[in-house]
């Protein structure tokens, strides 16, 4: 069964910075590109960046919204899923999903979420 | 970047109606479109891959069709449970955009 388990939001304070993780499980970690897609209360879903799988080199997209200041980030080897988000602003306010992506692109399978409230 | 359009924004309707979402891309995206559904509290689900298939384990009465700029989510026949807000959502290039939702309320 793949799952998806999220972990690392909080409360945190304009400028500052946390570090999301995505513990992943039930499936082959290392071939799939793996997301963060974000939810504002209230709002839309917001897609935020993507780490590519090995045959892609790891490489990384990012939202223009977030670039620069998120970066994403994976160890195959721990079947895990970062986002590093500095410089963090009031508007970042939001549930995080990590995110598997299938072979269309899209996305199979969501984890739960992680909430951070970015207030002073 | 690609804008995703989604009409109706909100729609109201009975158990047993049949309800159609459009989502029209700003520029064409072939068939790399996907819909989900979200209820409250809850991760979204992938309902449609591909602009028209069938994710495994949902009810057909869902249906995706479209292709380039216009896109369909159909209903056939509204249940409780399809009360949810709907997302379309384009993977043709970076970024990844969704549509900005369709709530689907009980009348």
């Known amino acids: 069964e793949v799952q998806l388990v999220e972990s690392g939001g909080g409360l945190v304070q304009p400028g500052g910075s946390l570090r999301l993780s995505c513990a992943a499980s039930g499936f082959t970690f290392s071939d799939h590109h793996m997301d963060w897609v974000r939810q504002a209360p209230g709002k839309g879903l917001e897609w935020v960046a993507r780490s590519k799988n090995r045959a892609n080199s790891f490489s990384a997209e990012y939202a223009a919204s977030v670039k620069g200041r998120f970066t994403i980030s994976r160890d195959d080897s721990q079947t895990s899923l970062y986002l590093q988000v500095n410089s963090l602003k009031t508007e970042d306010t939001a549930v995080y999903y990590c995110?598997?992506?299938?072979?269309?692109?899209?996305?199979?399978?969501w984890g739960q979420g992680t909430l951070v409230t970015v207030s002073s | 970047d690609i804008q995703l359009t989604q009409s109706p924004s909100f729609l109201s309707a009975s158990v047993g109606d049949r309800v159609t979402i459009t989502c029209r891309a700003s520029?064409?995206?072939?068939?790399?479109l996907a819909w989900y559904q979200q209820k409250p509290g809850k991760a979204p689900k992938r309902l449609i891959f591909a602009a028209s298939t069938l994710q495994s384990g949902v009810p057909s009465r869902f249906s995706g069709s479209g292709s380039g700029t216009e896109f369909t989510l159909t209903i056939s026949s509204l249940q409780p449970e399809d009360f949810a807000t709907y997302y379309c959502q384009q993977l043709f290039n970076y970024p990844i955009t969704f549509g900005q939702g369709t709530r689907l309320e009980i009348k």
């Open positions: 520029q064409g995206i072939t068939s790399y």
């Open positions: 995110a598997r992506s299938s072979s269309t692109r899209d996305f199979d399978y």
